[in-house]
């Protein structure tokens, strides 16, 4: 009897769900409290479609927490290390939120939408309630709610092409990580040069979802041209990429230094936020352990569905958290959370896998495209 997730009144249906159905979804996570689609056909099928062409995925599980009020800028910049001092009306920024301990709650995608109007579009974990409980005794005066937004990706080299036809020229001129606020089908929507894929890409934010499966549909027939292919979030790229997910690569018990973000904590600012003496104690002691890229020797191994030890002299020093083969580099990579002593390149210890003991090697991250040029050009 073949396994699945049953429906429930609970778990929310995208609004862009039929469409999904009616593409060939094989089946559906859940995330966010809402069903993800996790593909239409095997993951390398879907990966080439990426790498090649142009792809469209339903992300509406990217819920948004929107801050808005007098005081939204102020509390925004409490909620995260990053200095959003910098961030203008009309910029996208990666951001991490952490507690008071300095560990990892979530890390959203931040979009400055006026100047006291923020959105978060975050990853799965309930930041919305966070945010809430943060605000009852901040004495700030900040709304904060989860509106009526859907996300999709837009995706791959020949996402510009779909962008052409469907956007305003203005929306061509987009730089990297900007917003601009548009139409679609006459819906409104916010389009971001952002994305999950380390391709060129971008993100569509409708405002008002009513009419998802029609937006869905029309994307959809706008690339046909281009071999425009729905899939989900692909595990290959985003790891070839560089790309951490969290809960699965951080959680709350990680902090920024651990997983190489310093340039996200800005401890050095008048900026007060949720965790700066933590994170200022933990930068002075130093980690002890922190996240590297491995090849892992071998055969293909499959994507791990939980974190395989770690051993050096068959004692686990640590734990891969990621896990795929890329057919395009011809390897196994992956990353590991290990002592920060061994996470220099070509440090050397075994992984259990479910294929049995590999040897693996410590290798430069990104895998693929170490500068990023794909998704900025």
């Not at 859907?150 to 956007?167: C, T």
């Not at 281009?226 to 969290?246: H, M, Q, Y």
Request: aromatic share 10%; net charge negative.
């Amino acid at each position: 009897m073949s396994k699945q997730i049953s429906l429930s009144p609970r778990i929310k249906k995208s609004p862009f769900y039929d469409a999904t159905i009616k593409h060939g979804a094989l089946g559906f996570s859940v995330y966010n409290k809402m069903y993800l689609p996790i593909g239409y056909n095997d993951p390398e099928t879907e990966f080439w479609s990426l790498v090649n062409d142009v792809t469209l995925w339903d992300v509406a599980v990217q819920r948004i927490v929107e801050i808005t009020g007098p005081d939204a800028f102020e509390f925004t910049n409490m909620l995260t290390p990053r200095d959003l001092t910098k961030c203008k009306v009309g910029n996208c920024k990666y951001v991490l939120i952490t507690d008071q301990n300095g560990g990892i709650l979530n890390d959203p995608v931040l979009l400055r939408l006026a100047e006291n109007h923020f959105w978060l579009s975050r990853a799965d974990g309930d930041i919305l309630m966070w945010a809430k409980g943060v605000a009852v005794n901040s004495g700030l005066d900040v709304n904060i709610c989860e509106p009526d937004v859907a996300a999709m990706q837009l995706q791959g080299p020949k996402s510009i092409d779909v962008v052409r036809k469907l956007f305003e020229p203005a929306a061509l001129d987009l730089k990297y990580y900007d917003f601009m606020e548009t139409n679609l089908c006459g819906v409104p929507v916010i389009l971001a040069r952002t994305g999950w894929s380390a391709e060129r890409g971008y993100e569509i934010y409708l405002r008002g979802t009513e009419n998802g499966s029609e937006i869905f549909e029309s994307i959809m027939e706008a690339g046909k041209e281009f071999n425009i292919k729905p899939i989900a979030p692909n595990r290959i790229r985003r790891i070839e990429g560089g790309i951490l997910d969290f809960g699965v690569d951080m959680n709350e018990m990680t902090n920024p230094f651990e997983i190489g973000m310093d340039r996200l904590v800005s401890l050095n600012t008048e900026q007060d936020f949720v965790g700066k003496e933590a994170l200022k104690i933990i930068k002075g002691k130093g980690v002890q352990r922190k996240i590297a890229g491995v090849i892992i020797e071998g055969s293909p191994l499959d994507y791990n569905e939980y974190p395989w030890p770690v051993l050096l002299n068959t004692e686990q020093i640590g734990e891969l958290t990621s896990c795929v083969y890329s057919p395009r580099i011809k390897e196994n990579i992956g990353y590991v959370m290990i002592p920060t002593e061994l996470t220099a390149i070509g440090a050397e210890f075994v992984v259990q896998t479910n294929q049995g003991i590999r040897n693996a090697k410590v290798v430069e991250m990104p895998f693929y495209d170490p500068n990023k040029s794909l998704s900025r050009e």
